[in-house]
């Protein structure tokens, strides 16, 4: 019984000297950090150091243009940025925070492209670029800050925020436009983390919680990764206290709430979007595999950055590396636990910040095309850099006497980085560098060789297009898609023969479309045979088109009806289908497409001038007139505008407007009717 008790009363005695040291420790390293926070001035020109280097080594993003890899659809060709004027932009902002893109809901990244088509439009591209760089900027800043924060010595937070700044996997990141999502939801995370450690460490203030809450769920509206945040506020708690303390951990619940609430809202959007069934080559055991081989390349490439490429295809077959490599999850597994009963804090806490943050974007479940991406390491890689910039802190302590040669070898370090960065950037100068880069690693990949084509079709490099369109074809001749995308190709042609070309290849787009939709339903898969079926629709339209521009209008209206009918809400049919009804003098027909159109897209300049030009052709003088004023309003520049404004004016006897109107279509140089000249200077 004795025994017992003493047994009993001994573990008590641990429990509360481990409880005592734990609170030493964490006192220690508040008096640490209030110390460091004392002079920051002293501190600052390596804090300012470090970024403007690192903005020497993004000079090569700025002048970038945009790229045909999810640039479009983000926002040059998104009716939501498209369309944004005075009118529509409280409308337009609502649609962009309820609405995903391409199955990712990141409103608030969306919401700033809005904002630079308003100021800056899609002719300055360099803004866009320039606005990644400062958003990275900013973070490599709070990076250094954190580091200070987080008690590491002066070269060392040097190091990490170096580490952070220049390394050549924040390349994607920063020089992608699109990837705006992540130099946002960085910047929030990041201020949050170090507001978190000034409110554990410094003073508990209330002020201080609600800037984390704030930057919180602006982070979440910029990027799905930020619902990892609560799990490094965990990872820091630890971090100075020694342990997981189940109180604290409960503490945050309501920020997991939050996490939750935005983590089911990004899965709905994947789902519809068929995010998760991109890739049903491996399933089941086999994407596990896949998940430790791309944990062990960014593990690699966080010290060795080698053959960094936009894509990643998935290999035809796994090979045996891919099986080798679970033993990545082994041992980290192992270096964790070793880690949190040796109390090696550091480790514990830098290794467990990577895993937390880039564990939910390896392809265990495989949602998404993307298989490796390097941008998938943003905020990761902030647990390893933590780990090799603490313990080189520790060796210029411990080798005092090599101190300028480790400083040294740290600066060359990040001067090679920096290197290979400034000359990665340059590969996303366009759609051609980019794709180009992508080719030199997957020439087997279908996609860099589609889209470098359609990059040559729209730049008017036609025989490039062609081949790079015929290898595609040659790799997969299955897919409709890139028959469509050919056939634009030969419609750019005024040739007969050329033009029968791109009918040939919108018949075998609607072939395999069709098949393919007929498979579908063959398996109950109604609601994908539904999908297919609205896509469908572009391939009918773009093949009535080609029959318009070849003179054959029945044919024309044959196709785009059939187009319509698979897909009513698909706009660009009812523009292509007034232009035939114009053709054929039928102007009720092609005015009622035209108010269809404008049913989706009511802030479309040009189709408003077309609107306006049949309200005179049709005796409608007021709705005439008000459809060129709101054209003008707009934005459509074409001086005809004023040509259909006079006629209205015109007609509804404002005979002076009607005039003003007249010259300045003339001092815009346009050609005007003699007789509609004399008819409206005349009265």
Not at 18 to 38: D, F
Not at 61 to 71: G, T, Y
Not at 505 to 520: C, F, G, S, T
Request: aromatic share 16%; glycine share 6%.
């Amino acid at each position: 019984m004795s025994t017992n008790v003493y047994k009993m009363a001994s573990k008590k005695e641990k429990k509360a000297r481990k409880k005592k040291e734990a609170e030493l420790v964490k006192k220690s390293s508040k008096k640490k950090s209030s110390k460091k926070s004392i002079g920051f001035g002293k501190f600052l020109p390596y804090a300012v150091a470090i970024v403007a280097f690192t903005f020497i080594c993004f000079t090569t993003a700025i002048n970038n243009e945009f790229v045909n890899w999810d640039d479009d659809k983000n926002f040059y060709e998104n009716e939501h940025i498209t369309s944004l004027n005075e009118d529509n932009f409280w409308s337009n902002t609502y649609d962009i925070f309820t609405n995903s893109v391409i199955g990712g809901y990141n409103p608030l990244s969306v919401w700033t492209f809005a904002l630079e088509k308003t100021i800056f439009g899609f002719e300055k591209p360099m803004y866009w670029h320039l606005n990644n760089v400062l958003l990275h900027l900013i973070c490599t800043f709070l990076v250094f800050l954190i580091g200070r924060k987080l008690g590491l010595t002066l070269w060392a937070s040097v190091l990490f925020a170096g580490l952070f700044g220049v390394h050549p996997l924040r390349v994607e990141s920063v020089a992608w436009v699109t990837e705006r999502k992540d130099v946002l939801y960085g910047a929030f995370y990041l201020t949050a983390i170090l507001y978190y450690l000034k409110y554990i460490l410094e003073e508990r203030k209330k002020s201080y919680m609600v800037i984390i809450w704030v930057c919180f769920i602006l982070s979440l509206f910029s990027k799905i990764q930020a619902v990892i945040l609560p799990i490094s506020f965990i990872l820091i708690d630890y971090y100075f206290d020694g342990s997981l303390d189940f109180k604290k951990i409960l503490r945050k619940a309501p920020l997991f709430v939050g996490s939750l609430i935005i983590g089911i809202i990004n899965i709905r959007f994947l789902s519809e979007q068929g995010s998760f069934e991109t890739n049903v080559t491996y399933t089941g055991i086999s994407r596990l595999f896949i998940g430790s081989y791309q944990y062990s390349v960014y593990l690699v490439k966080s010290l060795i950055p080698y053959r960094m490429a936009p894509l990643y295809p998935y290999p035809s077959e796994l090979p045996m590396h891919y099986y080798v490599s679970i033993l990545s999850f082994i041992l980290s597994a192992i270096i964790m636990v070793w880690a949190y009963l040796k109390n090696k804090k550091v480790i514990f806490f830098g290794l467990g910040f990577f895993i937390a943050n880039v564990f939910f974007l390896l392809q265990i479940l495989g949602a998404g095309q993307g298989f490796l991406a390097d941008r998938f390491t943003y905020i990761a890689y902030l647990g390893l850099f933590f780990i090799y910039s603490y313990y080189f802190g520790k060796l210029l302590e411990t080798k005092a006497k090599y101190k300028t040669p480790l400083i040294a070898s740290s600066m060359i370090l990040l001067l090679v980085y920096g290197f290979i960065t400034f000359n990665q950037n340059k590969i996303w100068k366009n759609s051609g560098t980019l794709w180009t880069h992508v080719l030199k690693y997957s020439q087997n990949s279908t996609l860099p060789y589609g889209n470098r084509a359609n990059y040559y079709r729209d730049n008017g490099q036609k025989d490039l297009a062609l081949i790079d369109y015929n290898e595609r074809i040659r790799l997969k001749a299955d897919d409709a898609g890139v028959f469509n995308s050919r056939a634009r190709l030969f419609f750019n042609s005024n040739n007969r023969d050329t033009l029968l070309l791109a009918l040939n290849d919108y018949n075998k787009a609607i072939d395999l479309k069709l098949n393919e939709i007929n498979k579908l339903k063959s398996t109950n898969k109604h609601d994908a045979a539904n999908s297919e079926s609205i896509g469908i629709a572009e391939y009918y339209v773009n093949k009535g088109a080609t029959f318009a521009k070849l003179g054959n209008y029945d044919q024309a209206l044959v196709n785009l009806n059939e187009g319509v009918k698979f897909n009513p809400n698909f706009v660009n049919a009812y523009h292509n289908r007034s232009v035939i009804y114009n053709m054929r003098k039928q102007f009720p027909e092609a005015l009622a497409d035209i108010n269809k159109f404008l049913e989706f897209r009511p802030y479309n300049a040009q189709i408003l001038y077309e609107k306006a030009r049949l309200h005179n052709v049709l005796r409608q003088p007021t709705e005439a007139l008000n459809a060129a004023n709101k054209s003008l309003k707009y934005g459509y520049k074409n001086g005809l505008i004023y040509v259909e404004r006079a006629k209205a004016y015109h007609n509804l006897q404002k005979f002076a407007e009607a005039k003003q109107d007249l010259k300045q279509a003339q001092n815009m140089k346009v050609n005007i009717d003699q007789g509609l000249i004399n008819t409206i200077m005349s009265k």
